[in-house]
């Protein structure tokens, strides 16, 4: 079937979903929706419809966005807008159905919003559209721009959306007026090193090889994001296509092309659905030979990754790509000259080769105008923590850090008071409360002693407490260090031992002052960046919170009541209704007391476990 | 020797030599080659590493290097159920390393330590990309969200080999065996979001009505 | 070909192009410490103890780099003890003192950097390998037979035969025992055996002398390997 074809019957298919007339239900069935329990809502679907006696289409779909709000399922009965529902449970869902779509009470109660699509939609009274709520209403979907709307296991949907127009416009234009719109839109790396995408490309076109590798860096290690696991969950042609694309502006008329997708091995739906895409991509055409009838051959195949955060870095990857174990490679010949199998290589984030359709569709011009002066475009965030409004977010670069916190995330849960903002991962610093009203972009944040990272945006309150942030990414990365090199090896196990020593009450100053000088000197002698960016956030905790590492030390106090050596848990007999919970969930037989009476934690048995924290019903336990 | 050590270790040398040839015979794919094997036979049994060290021509050094560097590759069997908690950042900042803690407990083992009855192995995990619902625990593959220590007894009893041989007895219809009586307690912090929303509404108010 | 011009400390010297920054350093009497580099392997970059800083304009922004791997630019400015340079060198020996306190050389290189007290709790259970990997590069590039190689990741890295067992392909030529800086690895004789990562091999006599000087399983390796016979030799490298 020819592309024009295709695209005619891709886009009745879809037309025809949209003005269905029999119901269809869409379920968010990405990773995050399935964690929230819509598997149980999928597998019981066809059981309830039927005792129903209704007849509807259930499309899985990938994530939208507000996975706080998960399991998210939209109703779209026929001659109504799809109406999207928030924490669906099983008796919601059944409670849908009867009431929707046998009865006609749309609940708008339930719904979180309509999902505008197609060019004229009603609305409904009662029932807000979804991108006016709060948490997307400042949203700007380029990457994300079919997530949570498509089947991605169907390509007649991305096709439906404009997918691979921009391939085929591509192929009408030569590889170096492509690198020049690249260059144009200004799209810098949104893997977390935001180097200038159009000079990476081009230096790769321009380098000796018989071959061009072409990646794609799927290994998003950084804990706390999750933007590519939605992309390729919920969009994987999005990728291929931007891969495909600049695998023709590298490799046109210079060498031959192979590309390979890296995707962390705990993404296994990922994986899935990337397999199941390029499978469809090759059934019709657009990957191997001739693509398109343009001449141009591509084939792309994915790997997997073996758990290891380091193999995130681009020379680790290739190792890993070689069957090897992923250690990384001083950088000082670049990968652009010789990366995989010595050959001239470009690995790109999975969010950035998202972006590049839809440069090539709408024009560099219109990318540009988007963001700041130094980063154009938009980023997607995964914002969590201690916000109300959790998920994945997209926005023009140049959003302030308060608008992201208070307006888009809708304020710190539970009423607490901010304290900061982590980003970039274990790479990135924090930032205290006092400079929220930066704009957020490359520039700005590194400015402060962070960075962009891969764009995790790990929101921190008054009950988080600033050493156990810097203990935890360095234990984190003393794990994922592959051991190569002297200072990130031993400088982190070191970091470990003095910040677990100052969260146990048991710090010196002078450990602040030695935390210090074993940063600076890991950050210029690590061999990879792994190494040089770790001591970022024991850096920027002592920067902006010099006042919690004095007070563990001279005070031994956590004033966020987390250090479990530093707090205890005692029950306020006033409170305490003698319900006998605590006593039942104790595993140390520590929380004690006669039924109806005030209850008491024996000290020393105590283990600091904090169920009874969390089954206490009327607030009667405190820490302290 | 080998045919020993693989009767004994019951490996099924056809299967290895099949996910070779899946993997187009390629020492590139040697960690997805790696993976498939162990993910039948949860760890990666001398044999199968002996056959691919043979049939993919590398040195034994190397398939050893590859074998022990990466965490998702394990030497040493599993247990029958994997249980692995997300210690990403977002599940540490909501109490993560607690609910590792009571695993840790119950199980009466470490992290990646399998129990005696080689029924349960613990394993911690650096985000599955779940963040949103933090914390994340997954058992078999299966990923719960808004996990809470408390409901850590409850989710191993269900699946305790007592739980089991319950639920069959109960399919075959017959008199169920009495299982320990797992109390269904509702937690206090934000187990179901509607609770959230409503502690919200209430810290809200109370704020509110504060700073009248 | 054209010759670089670099300085280094001051001093102006060529170069030739794709040069390592550490050998032209060397060949003009600059002394840069090393513990994982060595002529006959590939540099890595491991120990970070000969990093230099560079810069391609005076007063220019400068970088740290390890001069075991950095190709010569033309043109480019070298401080081989610059401030930032003392600091790594410093913290490295300090780290690695801290970790393998009886490592063989180790306490008088640090000694030099005026590290004799590390600041943190000193290590029992590293022995003495540093982690340099001359040992596992030798075997591979030099020997050619790779019976050794790296285990585990990180803090629990080691070197070591494939899963710490007795390599089936290890030749016990002691390749691996003479380089290592340390003492890490030992080899011992007795009689006609030696022993060597936990490997026992019988040695053979030299024809001419009596002397047992190499294991049988070597000789054999290199009769396959050049196709020279086995008896041709059987003779000790003095007597040849």
């Avoid at chain 1, 895409?277 to 195949?301: P, T």
Wanted: with cysteine; aromatic share 6%; hydrophobic share 35%.
């Amino acid at each position: 079937m020819d592309f024009k074809a295709l695209q005619e019957k891709s886009r009745r298919e879809y037309q025809a979903r949209l003005n269905s007339e029999v119901p269809v239900i869409y379920v968010g069935a990405a990773t995050c929706g399935l964690a929230a329990g819509a598997g149980e809502l999928l597998k019981m679907l066809p059981s309830e419809l039927s005792a129903l006696k209704l007849k509807a289409e259930v499309v899985p779909v990938g994530c939208i966005g507000p996975c706080c709000f998960e399991p998210l399922v939209d109703i779209q009965k026929p001659g109504k807008p799809r109406i999207c529902y928030k924490q669906v449970t099983p008796r919601i869902l059944k409670t849908l159905l009867q009431d929707c779509l046998v009865n006609d009470n749309l609940h708008p109660e339930l719904a979180l919003g309509i999902v505008g699509e197609g060019p004229a939609f009603r609305g409904i009274d009662g029932i807000p559209l979804l991108f006016d709520h709060q948490m997307l209403k400042g949203q700007m979907r380029v990457a994300l721009r079919n997530c949570g709307y498509i089947d991605p296991t169907r390509i007649e949907d991305y096709i439906a959306r404009g997918g691979y127009i921009g391939l085929e416009k591509a192929f009408r234009m030569k590889p170096e007026e492509i690198i020049d719109w690249i260059k144009k839109s200004g799209l810098r790396g949104r893997g977390g090193g935001g180097f200038g995408t159009a000079r990476k490309w081009d230096s790769v076109r321009k380098a000796e090889g018989s071959v061009k590798y072409i990646l794609c860096n799927g290994d998003e290690g950084d804990p706390g994001a999750f933007m590519d696991r939605s992309t390729m969950e919920s969009d994987p042609h999005s990728v291929i296509e931007g891969q495909l694309i600049a695998a023709y502006a590298i490799s046109s008329g210079k060498a031959r092309a192979e590309g390979y997708i890296y995707v962390r091995n705990e993404y296994p739906l990922a994986v899935k659905n990337l397999a199941l895409a390029l499978e469809q991509a090759r059934q019709y055409g657009f990957l191997g030979k001739n693509i398109l009838g343009s001449g141009f051959d591509f084939e792309l195949r994915i790997n997997r990754g073996g758990g290891a955060f380091v193999c995130g870095e681009s020379s680790a990857l290739m190792r890993s790509l070689e069957g090897k174990a992923g250690e990384p490679r001083q950088k000082y010949i670049h990968a652009s000259d010789k990366g995989l199998w010595e050959q001239p290589t470009n690995l790109n984030n999975v969010e950035t080769y998202a972006c590049v359709p839809e440069i090539i569709n709408r024009g560099p011009e219109w990318f540009a105008g988007i963001g700041t002066k130094g980063s154009k475009g938009t980023k997607v965030f995964s914002l969590v923590g201690k916000v109300n409004y959790t998920g994945l977010v997209e926005v023009p670069m140049g959003v302030t850090l308060r608008d992201m916190v208070v307006k888009i995330g809708g304020g710190i849960r539970g009423g607490k008071k901010v304290k900061a903002v982590q980003t970039g991962g274990p790479s990135g610093g924090v930032i205290p409360e006092s400079l929220f009203d930066l704009q957020v972009d490359f520039d700005e944040l590194a400015r402060v002693g962070s960075m962009m990272g891969s764009g995790g945006m790990i929101v921190m309150s008054e009950e988080d407490c600033m050493v156990d942030v810097a203990l935890y990414y360095v234990k984190f990365l003393e794990q994922e260090s592959c051991g190569k090199c002297v200072p990130c090896r031993e400088g982190l196990r070191r970091m470990k031992n003095i910040l677990s020593r100052i969260t146990e009450g048991k710090g010196a100053m002078e450990d602040v002052a030695l935390l210090y000088e074993l940063g600076q000197a890991m950050q210029i002698g690590s061999l990879c960046g792994l190494g040089q960016s770790a001591p970022n956030p024991v850096l920027s905790t002592i920067k902006y919170f010099r006042k919690e590492y004095e007070q563990h030390i001279l005070e031994k106090k956590c004033c966020a009541g987390v250090c479990t050596a530093l707090i205890s848990y005692s029950i306020d007999p006033q409170t305490c209704n003698g319900c006998h919970l605590c006593e039942i969930h104790c595993p140390t037989g520590a929380a004690k007391g006669e039924k109806k009476k005030p209850h008491v934690i024996n000290q020393e048995l105590c283990i600091k476990c904090g169920i009874c924290c969390d089954v206490c019903r009327q607030d009667a336990v405190l820490k302290k | 020797m080998g045919q020993e050590i693989s009767a004994k270790e019951n490996v099924d040398l056809k299967f290895v030599d099949e996910v070779i040839g899946r993997w187009y015979s390629d020492p590139a794919y040697l960690i997805p080659m790696m993976q498939d094997i162990q993910a039948r036979y949860t760890y990666l049994p001398r044999p199968a590493l002996l056959l691919l060290q043979e049939k993919l021509n590398l040195p034994l050094a190397r398939v050893s290097e590859v074998a022990t560097f990466y965490r998702a590759l394990s030497l040493k069997p599993k247990g029958k159920h994997l249980v692995h908690v997300c210690l990403g950042t977002a599940c540490h900042l909501r109490g993560g390393p607690r609910i590792a803690d009571a695993f840790k407990r119950e199980l009466e083992v470490e992290v990646d330590e399998t129990t005696k009855d080689g029924e349960f192995t613990l394993q911690t995990v650096n985000c599955v990309g779940a963040c949103a619902l933090a914390p994340v625990v997954i058992i078999d593959g299966n990923v719960t969200g808004r996990m809470d220590a408390s409901k850590v007894k409850q989710m191993l009893a269900k699946l305790s080999p007592a739980a089991a041989k319950a639920a069959q007895a109960a399919k075959a219809g017959k008199p169920e065996t009495k299982a320990e009586p797992a109390r269904p307690v509702k937690a206090k912090k934000a187990s179901s979001p509607a609770r959230a929303s409503k502690l919200l509404k209430k810290s809200k108010a109370k704020i509110a009505s504060r700073k009248k | 070909m054209d010759k670089l011009k670099i300085q280094i400390d001051g001093k102006q010297v060529e170069a030739e192009k794709g040069e390592y920054l550490l050998g032209v350093c060397r060949r003009n009497g600059f002394a840069i410490p090393t513990l994982c580099h060595n002529d006959q392997v590939t540099p890595e970059g491991r120990c970070r103890l000969c990093v230099c800083e560079i810069r391609w304009e005076p007063g220019g922004r400068s970088r740290i780099v390890a001069s075991c791997l950095y190709p010569v630019d033309d043109g480019l400015i070298v401080e081989t003890h610059s401030d930032k340079v003392m600091l790594v060198r410093k913290t490295v020996l300090e780290l690695l003192l801290a970790r393998n306190p009886e490592a063989e050389g180790l306490p008088e290189l640090a000694a030099e950097y005026g590290i004799t007290k590390p600041r943190y709790p000193l290590d029992t259970d590293y022995g003495k390998c540093i982690l340099c990997g001359l040992c596992v590069q030798t075997c591979r590039e030099v020997v050619g037979v790779e019976a050794l190689g790296y285990l585990m990741r990180g803090v629990t890295k080691k070197v070591g035969p494939a899963f710490m067992e007795p390599s089936p392909v290890c030749i016990g030529c002691g390749a691996c025992a003479f380089v290592c800086p340390t003492g890490h690895i030992i080899m011992t004789e007795q009689g006609d055996e030696r022993k060597i990562w936990g490997k026992t091999f019988k040695l053979e006599k030299c024809g001419k002398c009596g002397r047992f000087y190499a294991p049988k399983f070597e000789l054999e390796w290199m009769s396959r390997l050049t196709g020279v016979p086995y008896e041709k030799l059987k003779v000790c490298p003095d007597c040849r």
